[in-house]
């Protein structure tokens, strides 16, 4: 999949106008071809034996300056890719970078495809697969949260913990194989209760992990937020608010939102994703009745569903919506109750509403907020609300938490093998049996940090990188 006798070349720096510009080539050519277009200041001859350094000095074309550039020198092994890698900072000019670009492919180099410097780092051992997928993360992070779990991931996460449970798996795969060369002797060489005990508790590893995969993918791609409840409630006005913006039409008129309206915004560092729905109602009208489908669909994806009910409203009329809601949702997802019109409520109704008369409903997970978005009263109450029960605050790039949907699908896959080879060793299944199952659960671990991959699943994954990166 990668030759590594060829020597590639690229931009490092993101497209746009800007000072500087970072054109970066790594391989076993990348100091003889720098070193015949580059002259350093201190007239140097031995400047690109020098690793970890910076040379001033000038790119020349047939005696004609291009540019002055700065030239950092990373010697193999101890550079990202693991190869000789030379980075040449030169100014950000189109011209400048498209020349330096040419003068290096016409010297020998290629332009490198995306996401081949990492490739070659995890090749050469500078990086995992699950490290390597992690600088992706990185370059995405949009936020203080994402940036946070992607740098766990970067810095090995919880990949060290599956090399570690991984490990303790081939030494017991090991021990069933050799007692299948000796099959003739009956010679027990592992035993069967410390395996089954470890099987257990790798389950239970796993399984944390694969917990982690809601909080972890919301944090990625933004935790959805679906606003929900009848025509006119004042869902379309609260997303408003909540954005600060006109987003969504505001009308008296019942059945305005027919479709999704969706927009992001980050608050304390992470993002969430406000989903404005149709009014829920008994209608004829079609294209109404499609919209208040997309609800419904909205509210199973959804993370929080934002339950809006009119504060004017007879008491068991919400009870009833917060008990329709119930059935369609699963124990993991979170209502806030969110009772709106209270500036034109009165107190009785306040007083009924906005206590405890409707926690009976609901789980210790759930809360409960009396807002008017109108007035924009109590706003800031259900955004502490939201960002509470997120507890980012409490992650930290030491947290083994799962971003990733290919390592989630090889966890899963994983936690099911490993059911077999408890199952096998419960009901005394022969040796070779077992030995399949195990060989499954590393297959499928191993996948996720690169001791297992396939040229397909690698160009699948590298395929969306940045050239140059």
């Excluded at 203080?144 to 991984?166: N, P």
């Excluded at 119930?326 to 209270?342: E, G, L, P, Y």
């Amino acid at each position: 999949m990668i030759d590594f006798s060829e020597t590639i070349c690229a931009i490092a720096t993101g497209p746009g106008k800007g000072a500087i510009s970072i054109i970066r080539i790594s391989g076993t050519k990348a100091k003889s071809i720098v070193s015949n277009m580059f002259t350093p200041a201190s007239k140097s001859s031995v400047w690109m034996n020098q690793a970890n350094t910076f040379h001033y000095g000038t790119i020349t074309k047939q005696n004609k300056i291009i540019d002055d550039v700065l030239v950092s020198v990373f010697t193999a092994p101890k550079s990202y890719t693991g190869e000789d890698t030379i980075e040449i900072n030169c100014h950000a000019s189109l011209y400048i970078q498209n020349e330096i670009l040419k003068m290096l492919i016409d010297a020998g180099a290629r332009l490198a495809n995306p996401g081949e410097f990492t490739m070659r780092a995890y090749f050469n051992g500078k990086l995992d697969l699950s490290q390597a997928e992690a600088v992706a993360d990185i370059l995405a992070s949009s936020t203080e949260a994402s940036h946070t779990l992607a740098m766990s991931q970067m810095k090995g996460g919880y990949a060290a913990e599956l090399q570690e449970l991984r490990k303790a798996l081939l030494h017991f795969l090991a021990m069933l194989e050799l007692e299948l060369d000796f099959s003739e002797e009956e010679v027990e060489f592992a035993d069967r209760n410390e395996l089954q005990t470890l099987v257990v508790e790798i389950m239970q590893r796993v399984s944390k992990l694969l917990q982690s995969f809601e909080l972890g993918n919301a944090i990625k791609h933004g935790i959805p937020v679906c606003i929900v409840g009848e025509p006119n409630v004042g869902k379309s006005t609260l997303l408003n608010v909540i954005l600060n913006e006109d987003k969504a039409i505001v009308s008296e008129i019942p059945g305005t939102t027919r479709d999704i309206i969706e927009d992001s915004l980050v608050i304390n560092g992470v993002t969430f994703r406000f989903i404005d729905t149709a009014g829920i109602r008994e209608t004829s009208d079609t294209i109404e009745r499609m919209g208040i489908d997309r609800t419904f669909q909205k509210i199973e994806q959804a993370s929080f569903v934002l339950l809006l009910v009119d504060a004017t409203a007879p008491l068991q009329s919400i009870k009833n919506h917060i008990k329709e809601i119930k059935t369609r949702i699963s124990a993991t997802q979170k209502i806030i109750v969110v009772i709106n019109k209270i500036d034109v409520a009165t107190d009785l109704q306040l007083e009924q509403h906005c206590n405890d008369m409707l926690s009976e409903h609901l789980s210790e997970q759930d809360s409960i907020v009396c807002i008017s978005a109108k007035k924009k009263q109590n706003i800031q109450q259900l955004i502490d609300i939201l960002v509470g029960d997120v507890q980012y605050d409490t992650i930290s790039q030491h947290d083994a938490i799962v971003t990733n949907i290919r390592h989630f699908e090889a966890l899963q896959h994983a936690h099911t093998a490993l059911e077999h080879v408890l199952h096998g060793l419960e009901t005394k299944l022969s040796n070779d049996l077992v030995s399949l199952e195990l060989r499954q659960v590393l297959h499928h671990i191993g996948s996720i940090t690169g001791n297992i991959s396939n040229d397909e699943m690698l160009g699948h994954i590298f395929e969306n990188f940045c050239i140059g990166k």
